[in-house]
């Protein structure tokens, strides 16, 4: 994930960076936890982050994807590659978030744990993180309990399940209660929305006239 990052950013950093009139930047599905990265290292003049069902606070599930890319693991078992050295080379194990191996994910997701400010490897560029991200005035979270990929499918509003697989919502996430990257204080500035929207699949959330209407247009000043 870091890879792919740091080649978009040197593609978008001019954009990001020397417009006076600000960027908003619309990313789809894992392309959200791209822009996520972006948002982090780069000193960016984005005002408004349009995220299209992406799994913004990480994935656990059984879909046709993880089956067709890794057909000899089930979510229960699958930590036992992604939580490895070799495992965070797959862009999926830099986001996977069994909520009943937090510790491993701790330990090893470079990614994800580090974006969240989870990590057990100190990250020195933390703060700086935290204050990039905060250059946002507006977080558009858009999904849908019909995508059939996202898992849960609230992840794309920062929701994720416990270790009970309860999906909690960001509110009672251990990440926003401690304001670990700046999610907290951006609600409280009244920059988060939320579109809950049924009847869409993950790869139609891009395509869907109705979608751009709602959730992309009224942002694009």
Not at 60 to 82: A, M, Q, S, W
Not at 98 to 113: C, G, I, N, R, V
Request: proline share 5%; glycine share 8%.
């Amino acid at each position: 994930m870091w890879d792919q990052v740091d080649k978009i950013s040197k593609l978008v950093s001019p954009i990001l960076t020397n417009s006076s009139s600000g960027t908003v930047l619309v990313c789809f599905s894992q392309g959200g936890l791209i822009c996520r990265g972006l948002l982090a290292t780069i000193p960016h003049n984005v005002e408004t982050f349009i995220s299209l069902s992406s799994p913004l606070a990480g994935q656990f599930g059984d879909t046709d994807y993880l089956k067709f890319f890794f057909p000899y693991y089930v979510k229960e078992n699958i930590y036992k590659l992604f939580y490895t050295e070799v495992g965070q080379v797959f862009s999926v194990g830099g986001y996977w978030k069994d909520p009943h191996e937090q510790k491993l994910f701790q330990k090893f997701s470079t990614y994800l744990a580090t974006l969240n400010n989870q990590s057990d490897t100190f990250n020195p560029k933390s703060h700086e993180f935290k204050e990039n991200f905060l250059r946002l005035k507006n977080i558009v979270m858009v999904g849908g309990p019909d995508d059939g990929v996202i898992t849960p499918w609230q992840s794309s509003q920062f929701g994720m399940y416990n270790a009970s697989e309860k999906v909690l919502p960001m509110e009672k996430q251990e990440w926003y209660l401690n304001d670990a990257f700046g999610l907290q204080t951006l609600a409280k500035r009244g920059g988060l929305h939320l579109h809950t929207i049924p009847g869409i699949h993950h790869v139609r959330w891009h395509k869907e006239l109705q979608i751009f209407k709602c959730c992309v247009l009224p942002w694009l000043t």
